[in-house]
């Protein structure tokens, strides 16, 4: 078996790399030790790469890494990473935006509640100064005032959710979320950014784009309450720092409390000479915590792409997701992975790939086709399929594209289905996402399941009668082949489709015993 070579040019969290160290399929190189003038010399065997910000993917990088085919940056911000470079060169990067949630929300809340009464100050004068004035520090409460959270992504919903527990009056601006996303749970929603304005404390939670930068300045401060609070723990420079430092020093905004700068390090910024800001030296994924599910999820994005299965959170694909709503981005990801399954269930010449859609996601239909056509194509192409090529290379093997918008089916709000047709037989998949990125299929070939689409499967299509479950568990069993799950479904005709999941990668012949077993209509396996 060919392996993949993953470097980790940088120090993650020991579970990441436990997770490298385990994968069968991954040849895995730590480089994060030596220096980078040699880390040109081991790059070039990669594959992958896992960098942080003290590796630059600049052109030297790049020219080295001639075997690269995509780059994990682990962590939120890529401002090292040669973006055109990489794009240039069929590269895919990624990053990890999500992993630091947790530690990014209850920052927020830190700030929060430390521009309400002041905490640094007054453990200051106690600590440092030796002062005891407990009437210097009459603060103020959270509860009962109207805050305002501008973006309501994954961050941004949660802040909300920590303060409605605090019984303050929550309202978001998203333009990019369909209402009910915070109506549901009991947040007010608005599309007049003014509704915003009007707030005793704004929170901003959004991509640093040209939308956003400056979307606070001068003319939005002057239509805020006198004595209005602003938090910024997203990005530097959604906040105008100018507007910011003249309206802090006026007592027109009452305090701040800021993680972010434009220039960072920010010691020389004139915002740390005001009485009124609380700061912090962009801290927002500092946990330890957060810090290990960065190396986590780094480290299982880097399995996927040297595999060829799916790149999450990929940032220069023919879609921008920064301009998309949080709740496509899971469904691009599914649709990549079940059409991978698809076409691992039957690895014929493909003729044709469908895609079709409900509910909202329906209106991405066109990005979503662009995606499963990777995901049907690695079965066969392997590292050599990427979202730059591969209309290129299904044009060239005669595939056809089709897309549909489904009528609303009872139970899923937005669902997708993948088939691909070969010339032996027409594989169908069907999935969707719960809560933010639960990811599930639920129909394979006509039979419902619930399923996670991850894992090493076997599928099994047998007669419905007595005695299957057993004959398999037993046969897999003498192997010293381990059962994670079992998921069978009933179908209509007398048969059923049994979804196994194991442990370790199962030999060819293996299958044809379990093919061998009399009740048994076709069988098949297939990686996630």
Not at 389 to 401: D, M, Q, R, V, W
């Amino acid at each position: 078996m060919s392996k993949h070579t993953i470097v980790v040019c940088d120090h993650i969290h020991e579970d990441g790399l436990n997770i490298l160290k385990s994968a069968e399929d991954i040849n895995y190189v730590f480089a994060a030790d030596i220096d980078k003038t040699t880390l040109l010399d081991v790059i070039k065997d990669a594959d992958v790469a896992i960098t942080r910000s003290s590796t630059d993917v600049d052109e030297k990088f790049l020219d080295a890494a001639v075997n690269l085919k995509a780059i994990i940056r682990a962590g939120v911000g890529y401002d090292n990473v040669d973006m055109a470079g990489c794009s240039k060169r069929g590269i895919i990067a990624m990053n990890v935006p999500t992993a630091n949630t947790i530690a990014a929300v209850e920052l927020t809340m830190t700030h929060m509640l430390s521009c309400m009464r002041k905490f640094p100050y007054a453990h200051n004068q106690l600590k440092n100064e030796r002062v005891w004035k407990r009437e210097d520090w009459y603060g103020n409460e959270l509860y009962g005032k109207k805050l305002g959270v501008i973006g309501f992504g994954n961050i941004g919903h949660r802040v909300a959710l920590r303060a409605k527990s605090f019984e303050m009056d929550v309202i978001t601006y998203d333009p990019y979320i369909p209402s009910t996303k915070a109506t549901d749970l009991g947040i007010k929603y608005t599309t007049n950014f003014e509704d915003i304005l009007a707030c005793d404390i704004i929170t901003i939670h959004t991509p640093k784009n040209q939308e956003t930068i400056n979307m606070i300045g001068e003319a939005e401060i002057a239509k805020m309450k006198d004595g209005v609070i602003l938090i910024n723990c997203a990005r530097g420079g959604l906040y105008n720092e100018e507007a910011l430092y003249n309206n802090l020093k006026s007592g027109k905004i009452a305090m701040a409390g800021i993680d972010v700068f434009i220039k960072e390090p920010a010691i020389n910024n004139p915002l740390l000479d005001l009485p009124n800001i609380t700061v912090t030296a962009h801290l927002g994924a500092n946990t330890k915590e957060s810090q290990k599910e960065i190396a986590i999820q780094a480290a299982e994005n880097a399995i996927e792409s040297a595999r060829g299965i799916a790149y999450p959170n990929a940032l220069n694909l023919p879609i921008d997701e920064s301009k998309i709503p949080s709740f496509v981005k899971p469904y691009i990801e599914l649709t990549q992975k079940m059409a991978f399954l698809a076409a691992q269930l039957d690895k014929s010449s493909i003729r044709s790939i469908s895609v079709c859609a409900q509910g909202d996601i329906a209106e991405y239909l066109d990005s979503l086709v662009t995606f499963a056509t990777v995901g049907a194509l690695s079965v066969s192409a392997g590292d050599e399929v990427n979202y730059v090529n591969a209309s290129f290379l299904a044009e060239e093997k005669g595939i056809t594209f089709e897309t549909c918008e489904m009528k609303h089916t009872a139970g899923y709000s937005n669902k997708v289905s993948v088939k691909i047709t070969t010339e032996k037989r027409v594989n169908s998949i069907s999935g969707t996402v719960f809560d933010e990125n639960v990811q599930r299929i639920v129909n394979l070939d006509g039979f419902d399941f619930d399923i996670e689409p991850k894992g090493k499967m076997i599928m099994m299509r047998n007669n419905d009668v007595p005695g299957v479950i057993g004959t398999v568990g037993k046969l897999l069993g003498d192997r010293g082949i381990n059962i994670s799950d079992f998921r069978l479904a009933r179908g209509k005709n007398n048969d059923a489709l049994a979804i196994i999941l194991i442990d370790e990668s199962i030999k060819s012949d293996i299958l044809k015993e379990i093919s061998n077993i009399e009740a048994a209509i076709a069988v098949s396996y297939a990686e996630i």
